[in-house]
Every structure is written in structure tokens, then in C-alpha cells.
């Protein structure tokens, strides 16, 4: 049977391709309901406060660059959305004083314009809110080395290297509106992907790449970041890809409901706690990720009732 086209881009793949019943029965899920999906493999936790959600986040920093050593060197993969743990990053470091030097940082994703990543001055570059949250403000004695801080540029050669001999303790992030981790949006519903999705083992052979951004998440980086100036953000980014995703020990997802909505949390819950894995949903293929783990703000999860404002 077809495919249904999609109801939100006819053009490109997206969860609304999906059978309604899936979609469905993800809507119908109770906060308890995805607690339980939880399994071997894919943890589910819940975080009653914002103070207490993002502190956490920011401890997974601290923790993976503990690890770090001269001899086994380690670091964290971390995005830009959600932003608020950065300066809590900093904050730590400068009071628990934990050793960077043999530590290391990677940006998920930077935006592509006019055939090369945005330079870090542009207002919406990631490189840039990364330096000024978080790396510029933890103090000189401490600061990582610059050289062990590594953002995707257009020629990834050197990021995708970077990954070598470096162990990723933990790779955050958080979904956006199109259900993706960095940018790894679904495809354009064209050539070979014409009449079906690329397959989740297709899509997790891609590597740190130049990507065309699925229209959703334009308008949405237009709305949490442009006031809604959809003609101020680029189309095309650069982002981290499944092959360095899947060299991650854990991957990390944040989500306090200000990227996505309380059906898109649900969804994928479901089809990671089930393990159905569809490229038309990116996020759900870390249903096959060894270690993965969901963070809720409790009061975001909301309901999918109709409600009138």
C-alpha cells in the first residue's frame, strides 16, 4: 500500500506520512503510559522542575569530562536548542574545577550559506552561542584547550576526524518540531526516496553532512530564534550525522516542550520503546541506539486533547 503523502510538506517525508493508527495511538498515551515504555536500552526519567532539569543537564557534562584522561581522552557531543544548561555548564566548571585538558567538546550542527558554514559572527550561529554561554565564561586557569572544541564546517573532514581516538561519553540533544536530533531531518520525497523513505539502515550509514532543512524546522528555528523572520534563517546546515550518533556511548535527549509539542514527545517514545524505526520520523531510529535515554519536564508533557483558546 502507498505511502500517505505529507500533510504538512507533500514534498518531503515527515511523521504525518505515517498510518494513522501509529499516530493514534501515540496521541492516547498517558504521562504513566511513557514511563512504562521504557526497556533495556531506552530509559525514560522525569523532571518535576526546570532548575532541576537543566542542572542535570549540565552535570552530563561535568561527568563525561571527568572521565578524561591523557591516555583515553573524552568528551560530549552537545546541542544548540535546548541552551540553558551552558551557563550552568560554565558555572560548575569554575566551582568544581574538574581538569579539561584532555577533554573535549563537539558541536552538533552550524548552519551552510553561500557554499560554507555561517562564520561565527553571524547572530544565529551555533559556534557562537556555544563560545559566548558557555566556553567563554568558565575561567582562563580552566578553559579547554581550543583545539579539543570541534564545530561541523563545510569541509567535515577535519570534525569527522576529531572523532577518532576520542571516546564520546554522551551525545544530548533535543527534538525538534519534525522529530529530528541535530539537523538530520527526513528527505525530500524524490528520486529514490519518490514512493518510500530511505530505509533506517540507509539513513544510519549517513555521516556529518550539508543538509536540506525540511521546511518545519525553517519555520520553527524562525520562531525560537528569528521572531518568527522565516526569510532570516538559512535552508541548508551542516549536522552531526547517525555514524558519529551511533560512536556515542549514550545519547542524551532533552526535552522540555519548548521545541516540540506534547504529541511529538509521545511519538517517539513510542516508536523507540517499541522499536519501530521509520526514517519519515529520524528520531526513531535510536530505537536501535544501544543506550539511549529521554528527558522530560514533567508539566510540559501536557495531554493531545482538543483545546480551545
Not at 24 to 41: H, K, P, Q, V
Not at 96 to 104: V, Y
Request: proline share 8%; aromatic share 10%; charged share 20%.
Amino acid at each position: 500500500m502507498a505511502r500517505k503523502r505529507s500533510m504538512l510538506a507533500p514534498d518531503w517525508w515527515d511523521y504525518t506520512t505515517l498510518d494513522d493508527e501509529l499516530l493514534n495511538d501515540a496521541a492516547a498515551l498517558t504521562a504513566e503510559d511513557m514511563l512504562s515504555l521504557g526497556r533495556d536500552g531506552f530509559k525514560v526519567v522525569f523532571y518535576d522542575t526546570l532548575e532541576g532539569f537543566y542542572l542535570a543537564e549540565a552535570l552530563e557534562y561535568i561527568a563525561a569530562w571527568r572521565q578524561a584522561t591523557a591516555d583515553n581522552p573524552a568528551g560530549i557531543c552537545g546541542p544548540i536548542g535546548p541552551t540553558e544548561q551552558l551557563p550552568l555548564v560554565a558555572r560548575l566548571v569554575n566551582e568544581l574545577r574538574p581538569s579539561l585538558s584532555n577533554a573535549h567538546f563537539w558541536g552538533m550542527d552550524e548552519w551552510f550559506m553561500d557554499g560554507a558554514e555561517v562564520p561565527i559572527d553571524h547572530p544565529l550561529s551555533f559556534a557562537k552561542a556555544d563560545m559566548e554561554l558557555c566556553f567563554d565564561r568558565i575561567a582562563d586557569d580552566l578553559k579547554m584547550p581550543p583545539s579539543n572544541i570541534h564545530f561541523p564546517k563545510a569541509d567535515t573532514g577535519p570534525y569527522v576526524r576529531s572523532w577518532e581516538g576520542v571516546r564520546c561519553v554522551v551525545m544530548q540533544g533535543g527534538q525538534g518540531d519534525i522529530k529530528h536530533w541535530a539537523f538530520n531531518d527526513p528527505v525530500r520525497r524524490e528520486g529514490p526516496y519518490k514512493d518510500a523513505p530511505p530505509s533506517p539502515t540507509e539513513y544510519r550509514n549517513l555521516s556529518t553532512r550539508v543538509v536540506d532543512l525540511h521546511p518545519v524546522t525553517v519555520m520553527q528555528n524562525a520562531r525560537t530564534s528569528g521572531g518568527g523572520v522565516v526569510t532570516s534563517v538559512p535552508v541548508k546546515a551542516i549536522t552531526v550525522g547517525p555514524v558519529q550518533t551511533w560512536r556515542a556511548e549514550k545519547v542524551s535527549i532533552w526535552q522540555a516542550g519548548t521545541h516540540d509539542n506534547p504529541f511529538g514527545m509521545r511519538l517517539t517514545t513510542l516508536m523507540i520503546g517499541k522499536r519501530v524505526a521509520d526514517s519519515a520520523v529520524p528520531m526513531s531510529l535510536l530505537a536501535d541506539h544501544p543506550n539511549v535515554q529521554f528527558n522530560f519536564y514533567r508539566p510540559a508533557i501536557g495531554t493531545c486533547g482538543a483545546e480551545m483558546h
